[in-house]
């Protein structure tokens, strides 16, 4: 299996830019724009997440089943990517349009198309991080090919954060509405474009034999019961993306609410999301000097750091723009690290389960990823959803004691939590280093030339 050309590299990474702008301003802005500015229920808009997120525990691993049986001239990834981005970006800008409905119509419209976009962003999710193992079972370069659609991926999200809410008053010109809907149709066509450039330029090198048995649902869901590595990753991801994502979903609830300064979200995230792209850029220098180990558990701490760091200064000087700096800054380089980590980890699950069960099912394992981080946004939607109602918030007021309280636990306290829980689990559970994880690839080698030459 030849060397990724520098252009195939930074085309596949390119495509990552996109769809998590998609991602990015549906996880950071959806929540708040239904309830402030379209005005439905928290407790609501919470459980619709959650709802959704029900139906991906059968969607996602069908659809990663789909994939693998799929055989075309143009591999079994990319003509997914293509369709799930274009129906996506469809549906993405029908998300943020308010249609001239009022009550259950105008709830029903939401619910109709949040659920659309979660069904329509696995069809192209799957397949994209599918094709990582698929392009190289180098360790060295697996680690690289990992880390470039990370950040991209991280760009897309500092870019929203940094600048969202300033490019929807532009777009809007007051009208928050109409910002975000053009806002939305701009990222669509960013979508599609970037989409393009991957499923034109990268090309799967390890292909699927023609004459290989199709995988039924339930074969699907007994390979990953029976990949006991895969079932730890589900653990360790998860606590990772509740970390983020409930601390995602709360923080311009928090500034705004908490420090009583919207602006400094902007300022907050501009920080943070430069030093997860720095934490990516840093995991395959750190990997070749500490091992992959030391770096995950190092990704794991600073988050519990960056957190605490936040809350003190919440306390003592909660506008004070050097703390908030210092806090996004640690919490968000241990995020990159922890992305680069389980983009690989995940791969290696992929050539573990190859090596347990005789057969190598990258959209079904990878179809594990898209179902977690989507479920970690339905909980952290949930708990931030109804978790503003229990505490008695109120849009576009000033917040009591007990609402301010309420929002510093779900910033602070239940993402800490979350990542002790993901540290301890990869301590004790995840085996997928060292010699072990050397004598894997080694085997699954050796049998790739054994098939070759007796072919």
């Known amino acids: ?42 407790a609501f808009v919470g459980t619709l997440f959650l709802a959704a997120r029900l139906w991906d525990t059968i969607n996602d691993p069908m659809m990663g089943m789909i994939v693998d049986n799929t055989r075309t ?33 105008l709830y029903v419209y939401f619910s109709v198309m949040y659920i659309l976009w979660g069904m329509t962003y696995t069809i192209m999710d799957i397949p994209y991080w599918s094709m990582i193992p698929a392009l190289s079972r ?6 690289e090919i990992s880390v470039i659609p990370r950040i991209f991926a991280s760009t897309a999200w500092l870019i929203i954060g940094a600048l969202g809410i300033w490019i929807v008053k532009v777009l809007g010109g007051g009208d928050a509405v109409r910002g975000y809907g053009k806002f939305a149709f701009i990222i669509a066509i960013i979508f599609v474009i970037s989409s393009l450039i991957t499923c034109i330029n990268v090309k799967e090198r390890t292909e699927t ?47 705004k609410y908490v420090t009583g300064d919207e602006n400094l ?12 792209i720095a934490g990516l850029m840093l995991y395959p220098i750190l990997t070749k000097k500490i091992g992959r180990e030391t770096v995950f558990k190092i990704g794991g701490i600073l988050p519990i750091v960056g957190f605490i760091l936040l809350l003190v200064a919440g306390y003592i000087a909660p506008q004070n723009i ?17 992305l680069g980590s389980t983009t690989v980890m995940l791969a290696d699950v992929v050539d573990y389960g190859q090596f347990k069960l005789g057969t190598r099912n990258e959209s079904i394992v990878f179809s594990v990823q898209t179902l977690l981080v989507k479920c970690a946004s339905a909980v952290s939607g949930w708990l931030v959803g109804v978790g503003l109602d229990m505490v008695g918030y109120v849009a576009g007021a000033e917040q009591t004691a007990m609402t301010i309280l309420g929002l510093r ?24 280093n060292g010699e072990y994880h050397d004598n894997i690839l080694k085997s699954l080698s050796n049998k790739e030339s054994e098939l070759n030459m007796a072919e």
């Not at 991801?237 to 709360?250: A, H």
């Not at 979200?265 to 997860?276: D, I, R």
């Not at 908030?324 to 640690?330: Q, T």
């Open 409 to 432: 636990f779900l910033m602070v306290g239940v993402p800490i939590i979350s990542a002790i829980v993901m540290c301890t689990i990869y301590v004790f559970k995840y085996k997928l």
């Open 209 to 255: 034999p023609k004459n290989a048995e199709k995988v039924t649902f339930k074969q699907t869901l007994n390979i990953i019961r029976r990949n006991d590595q895969l079932v730890v990753f589900i653990g360790i991801v998860l606590g990772m993306n509740l970390v983020m994502q409930i601390s995602g979903g709360t923080a311009i609830y928090y500034f």
């Open 322 to 338: 050097v703390y908030i700096a210092i806090s996004g800054i640690v919490l968000k380089l241990g995020s990159g690290l922890l």
């Open 73 to 105: 001239k143009w591999g079994k990834f990319r003509p997914w990517i293509f369709i799930g981005t274009v129906l996506n970006a469809v549906v993405l800008v029908f998300l943020f349009r308010k249609p001239d409905l009022e009550g259950t119509s």
């Open 138 to 143: 180098n360790k060295e370069e697996r680690e």
């Open 1 to 42: 299996m030849g060397k990724l050309t520098f252009k195939e590299k930074y085309s596949y990474g390119i495509g990552a830019l996109g769809k998590d702008l998609v991602y990015a301003i549906v996880s950071t802005y959806l929540m708040i724009y239904f309830t402030d500015v379209v005005g439905l229920k928290p």
């Open 265 to 276: 979200f902007s300022f907050f995230t501009t920080f943070a999301g430069l030093a997860e």
